[in-house]
Structure formats: structure tokens, C-alpha cells
């Protein structure tokens, strides 16, 4: 029972062009969710976040959107740059503890130059 | 340190044989965990840590899974009588209250 999915296992870019990563969930008890990006031979690194309370977070290029009627969420990267090539794993707590994650199966970005 | 650190990058082990993987968390993080990720597949939680007690190991697939953190600072993840459906990346992701989790490289267990 996958409680968090990535239905998308790749995506391909244009650089300067928008990437929008999908995400959907089933738990509605999750309150916080993240994006991970993870290069080859490296451990995820975070992202960006958003907490239920909330239907947007931006942090420079990067946007998360949260419908959570829809219960899905949503990563934009505005604009792509090829360095953003790498996989994005969606995840989700629901616990207040934000080191407990349910992850996605990670959607793999390739940002062409 | 800087970063989460996890020894060994790599580890090789014959079926049946035991494994130990190492975490040193960043300094002053109270939470720990343990992920282990399959080929292609996202991290699945393991167990979780505050301080030196175990708070939860829910995730731990079977009783041949160990984790410990004795001092509350390092942690390791031992692995008896491995066998091939244990051959993932063991990531440990270390945080304190409300910030992110910040994981390690991963070792890469291969059990042949």
C-alpha cells in the first residue's frame, strides 16, 4: 500500500523551461511534506517544505504547492537549469516528527541544455 | 562534523555473514534514523532514535535487524546472517525539532 506516489518515473526539460514534479498521498493525517533531490552515489538532500497549514512555500527557483482536498502536491522548478538534473523524491510526515518520512518512488529530472 | 558520515561506502557480504554500519550524526542533532532504499525504489524508514533511546523500529523487517546508539551520538545498524533481499543502500538521516532531516551518503550492502 503505497501511501505516497510518484506516478511519473521521468521527466525531460528544456533548460529555462518549467519542471513541475507531481506527488499524490492517501494518508490525510500527513501535515508536513518535503522534496528531496538526490544525485548518483549521494543521499537525498532537502529541498524545499510545506506544512498542511499551507498551500504554497517558494524558495527561490523552487515552488511547492499544496491541494490537499486533492490530497497532491506539486515541485515547480522556474527556470530549469541542467544542474537541476537528478532524482526528486516526494515525502510525508504525519507524526510531528519531521525525520519520520513516508517517501515516494522519486521522479528522475533531466533538464536538456 | 559538517554532514552525516556513514562507514562503509560499500560493503560486500557472503550470505549468512554479518555486517555493522556506521553513522556519526551531525553534531547536536537528537534524532536519528535509519532508511534502507531498494534499486529504484524511495527510502523506507527503519527505526528512529532520540538521544540513545529507540523510539521506534516499526520499520525493521525482521529480527535479524539491530540498531543501537549507545552515547546518543553515533549509531550503528547491524545486519546478522545477511541474506540476498538485504542488498540495498542503508541511509541514516540525522535532525533536530523542527528542522529537516539531513541524511548521509548511504553504504551500499551487497550480499552475494
Known amino acids: 500500500d503505497q501511501q505516497v506516489k510518484q506516478n511519473s518515473p521521468s521527466l525531460s526539460v528544456q533548460e529555462g523551461r518549467i519542471s513541475i514534479l507531481n506527488c499524490d498521498y492517501t494518508?490525510?493525517?500527513?501535515?508536513?511534506f518535503l522534496w528531496y533531490k538526490k544525485y548518483p552515489a549521494e543521499g537525498p538532500t532537502f529541498l524545499i517544505s510545506?506544512?498542511?497549514?499551507?498551500d504554497k512555500n517558494e524558495d527561490g527557483r523552487f515552488t511547492v504547492f499544496l491541494n490537499k482536498s486533492a490530497k497532491h502536491l506539486s515541485l515547480h522548478i522556474v527556470p530549469s537549469q541542467p544542474g537541476d538534473s537528478a532524482v526528486y523524491f516526494c515525502?510525508?510526515?504525519?507524526?510531528?516528527?519531521?525525520?519520520?518520512?513516508?517517501f515516494g518512488q522519486g521522479t528522475t529530472l533531466q533538464v536538456k541544455p | 562534523g559538517a554532514g552525516v558520515s556513514q562507514s562503509p561506502r560499500y560493503k560486500v557480504a557472503k550470505r549468512g555473514q554479518d555486517v555493522a554500519l556506521r553513522c556519526d550524526p551531525i553534531?547536536?542533532?537528537?534524532?536519528l534514523f535509519w532508511y534502507q532504499q531498494a534499486l529504484g525504489q524511495g527510502p523506507e524508514f527503519l527505526t528512529y532514535f532520540q538521544n540513545e533511546a529507540q523510539l521506534d523500529k516499526s520499520g525493521l523487517p525482521s529480527d535479524r535487524f539491530f540498531a543501537e546508539r549507545p552515547e546518543g551520538s553515533v549509531s550503528t545498524l547491524k545486519i546478522q546472517r545477511t541474506q540476498q533481499e538485504d542488498s540495498a543502500v542503508y541511509l541514516c538521516?540525522?535532525?533536530?525539532?523542527?528542522?529537516?532531516?539531513?541524511f548521509g551518503q548511504g553504504t551500499r550492502l551487497t550480499v552475494v
Open positions: 538521516a540525522s535532525s533536530s525539532p523542527g528542522v529537516p532531516a539531513f
Open positions: 494518508n490525510s493525517m500527513f501535515d508536513y
Open positions: 510545506i506544512s498542511s497549514i499551507k
Open positions: 515525502a510525508a510526515s504525519g507524526s510531528g516528527n519531521t525525520g519520520k518520512l513516508i
Open positions: 553534531s547536536g542533532h537528537v534524532s
